[in-house]
């Protein structure tokens, strides 16, 4: 395979990056300006090239702005989870694979690194060096083949338990909630019963059914639920994670959201878009805190970006190659996202999502019982509940976002999301008569012509 | 480049790549070739032979657009738009009644409303599956061993509809020779299979609505059966141009290459 073009980070832009902030690590490890440059501009490029590559598809680098500091630190977070995963196993840290509509505050409590399912795919993806784009997308797509054959070709999230199934990865536990949005949770489940890697935990969150967070019931056996999980955590690592420690995990994250929600609400209220679609999703989505497998990293780049954004909103600065009046849009469904650089080459920027942000806008109380205050949280995320008010709560971030197109997208094999696709979108053309499109996707398809195409059509459309 | 007002859209699409010229506003020339491995040389060699046609050069073209799956490799065109809004545009060139088009490609088949200047109001496309497009008619033809133009002729001949499931090309094809192994005559089965998908495309404007002038585009249109399936399916009748129904979507693109130029008013040069 020959070697693609990469790209390199200027020169001229690193003065300005040393001034910014370090990265602090939850293990105490401090990371410098100066470390995060050298290992983009040069140990980076050589591990993984594919993340520099010049490529008009699907260039991954995470942000397109060089002088954007945050992007260039949500960069490198991105490209060492890899090797940071390996190095917290080696020490014994405990990893969970979690799935379904949850909040990762019980798993900071009990010392444990949750990721999700793209987070477990990124895990496996960086410890191969030196890939093109070309290259891993063949190996990445391999994966997903082989799970269609060992799983199912209906369920859409295979690569994660694949991995675990397969023993590439040092996971310890899958910790999936049986919520209703992710119907392919029970594949998973049972690839994994009557799969031969029997030594890793399963623990399932029994989420009560949906529409049931004003019932006491409902709280209460959820928040049996969470007190289970974290004995399960527990058991695994030997340690005791007392009220006090899910008292402060909650606080931290809810530093977090907040810090997430008031850097959206500066972002959203700039008369031009501020930075990319794509790095705009990565800003938003650090108030999980655990977009990166490191709750502390995370905080630190978060509280740094809040304030760049709004300097970066009171200067005026456009996104990188951001069209002068671009088609915003917002974009709805479980796990799935257009791509960035080819929806804002054809004029338009994605301005929202729906569903990791409902878990972000979703404070958690900091008094009293922290087991029924988090299970009513999560049993009140918009996102997990009825059409109307899940479209309800759509809406308003739409208002908010100003968005002048709405795109609903569902993965082949998440049945829930296909669904409920056309009432929720049938209530947001009520509600905001903005101009809407659905359509179907492959998770981890190789090519997405087809969907980008739609998009496009979309886009002009509009 | 020379004073001719002259303006080109290329198509390229799964199985026909297709240009048209248009000179002052009126098609003066076109063609319609297979699509190989190659989509920038399809497209060019496509071009070439439209121009031919049109008695022009490639320098006389103040504009080009590409359109179709191929515009991703279209180093020749100024601009690439989607194959949707080229068609809107294309026809309401030919029929500017239309407010709904039926457009039956190759491998997709799509529901657009448009307004009443031709630009695109919503729009449904088949997701996943090409069952119910050109290509499940190519397998039809060749389970009846018939050339696929002879298709629509023989589904005028049917004396009943025979159903034939429309969610599977596979499924649909066994099921067809059950049938025929069952002794139905073989005009009843091609209109079944006609019908099948005609109750496909039913879904689609089940979720973009429809409304009268209705427009049939694609390589599918010239066939028939078809236009007859669908117009007792959706109960409405079907415009009837008189131009080829495959070079829609590139008389869409000429036609956005020229309302591109104008608006620009100063465009830049051609990079192929």
Redesign the interface.
């Known amino acids: 395979m020959s070697r693609k073009e990469l790209f390199r980070y200027s020169e001229e832009n690193k003065e300005e990056f040393l001034k910014s902030d370090n990265i602090t690590f939850n293990d105490g490890t401090v990371v410098t300006p100066e470390e995060i440059w050298h290992y983009l501009t040069v140990e980076a490029p050589v591990k993984y090239p594919n993340a520099y590559e010049i490529n008009e598809?699907r260039g991954s680098r995470r942000t397109r702005d060089e002088k954007y500091v945050t992007g260039l630190k949500s960069q490198y977070l991105s490209l060492t989870l890899s090797e940071r995963m390996e190095k917290a196993k080696d020490k014994g840290k405990t990893v969970a694979f979690i799935q379904g509509g949850q909040a990762v505050d019980p798993y900071t409590a009990a010392d444990t690194i949750a990721l999700r399912p793209a987070l477990v795919n990124n895990w496996n993806s960086g410890r191969k060096y030196g890939e093109t784009v070309y290259e891993r997308n063949v190996r990445t797509k391999g994966i997903k083949e082989r799970a269609y054959h060992d799983m199912s070709f209906e369920a859409c999230q295979t690569g994660g338990f694949e991995h675990i199934q397969a023993g590439d990865l040092r996971v310890d536990v899958i910790a999936p909630y049986s919520a209703l949005r992710c119907s392919d949770v029970s594949y998973g489940l049972e690839a994994h019963r009557h799969g031969p890697n029997d030594k890793v935990k399963l623990f399932l969150g029994d989420y009560p059914m949906r529409f049931q967070a004003d019932k006491e019931w409902a709280i209460e056996y959820f928040a049996h639920n969470i007190r289970k999980l974290i004995e399960t955590l527990d058991e695994i690592s030997g340690k005791k994670t007392t009220e006090e420690d899910l008292k402060n995990s909650i606080k931290l994250h809810n530093e977090g959201r907040k810090l997430a929600i008031e850097a959206s609400e500066i972002w959203w209220s700039a008369e031009v878009p501020p930075t990319t679609g794509g790095e705009r999703g990565a800003l938003f989505g650090l108030g999980t805190l655990e977009g990166h497998g490191d709750v502390q990293a995370t905080l630190s780049v978060l509280k740094e970006a809040k304030n760049i954004i709004a300097e970066r909103v009171k200067k005026g600065v456009k996104g990188h190659k951001i069209s002068d009046n671009p088609k915003r849009l917002f974009v709805l469904g479980s796990c799935v996202g257009i791509n960035a650089s080819r929806s804002e080459d054809a004029g338009a920027i994605v301005v929202g999502t729906d569903n990791h942000w409902s878990h972000v806008v979703k404070l958690v109380d900091e008094e009293g019982d922290p087991y029924y205050n988090l299970a009513k949280a999560t049993l009140e995320y918009p996102y997990e509940q009825s059409i109307e008010k899940r479209a309800a709560w759509t809406v308003e971030q739409i208002k908010k976002s100003r968005a002048d197109g709405v795109i609903f997208l569902h993965n082949?094999g998440c049945n829930t999301q296909a669904a409920i696709s056309?009432a929720i979108v049938d209530v947001i053309k009520r509600e905001t008569g903005l101009?809407t499109?659905?359509?179907?996707r492959?998770l981890g398809g190789l090519s997405n012509?087809q969907e980008q195409?739609?998009v496009?059509?979309f886009v002009?459309?509009l | 480049m020379t004073n001719i007002n002259a303006f080109a859209g290329v198509d390229v699409g799964s199985l026909g790549t297709k240009a048209v010229i248009l000179v002052n506003g009126e098609i003066a020339g076109s063609s319609l070739i297979r699509t190989g491995i190659n989509s920038v040389e399809n497209g060019l060699e496509s071009l070439e032979k439209a121009l031919d046609s049109a008695n022009l050069k490639k320098e006389d073209l103040k504009y080009i657009v590409g359109t179709g799956y191929g515009r991703i490799s279209a180093p020749y065109a100024n601009k690439t738009i989607t194959e949707i809004t080229c068609h809107a545009k294309g026809a309401h060139y030919l029929h500017p009644a239309t407010r709904t088009i039926i457009d039956m490609g190759g491998q997709d088949c799509k529901a657009i409303r448009v307004d009443e200047e031709g630009n695109v109001v919503d729009f449904a496309m088949n997701d996943k599956c090409a069952a119910g497009t050109g290509r499940f008619l190519e397998v039809m033809a060749n389970v009846f061993k018939v050339d696929i133009s002879e298709l629509g002729p023989l589904a005028l001949k049917a004396t009943q509809v025979l159903p034939v499931s429309s969610t599977c090309t596979v499924f649909a094809e066994s099921e067809t020779v059950s049938l025929l192994a069952r002794g139905e005559k073989p005009e009843d089965i091609i209109i079944g299979v006609h019908h099948a998908i005609a109750n496909r495309i039913k879904g689609l404007f089940s979720r973009v609505g429809i409304q009268s002038d209705v427009f049939f585009s694609g390589g599918v249109a010239k066939n028939t059966g078809m236009r007859k399936a669908l117009e007792e399916v959706l109960e409405v009748r079907i415009a009837n141009p008189e131009n080829d129904p495959q070079l829609v979507g590139a008389i869409g693109a000429a036609v956005s290459a020229q309302r591109l130029y104008e608006k620009s008013g100063n465009v830049s040069q051609r990079s192929a």
Do not use: D, G, Q, T
Request: no cysteine.
């Open positions: 598809l082949w056309r101009p499109f659905i359509s179907e492959e012509e195409n739609r496009n059509a002009e459309m």
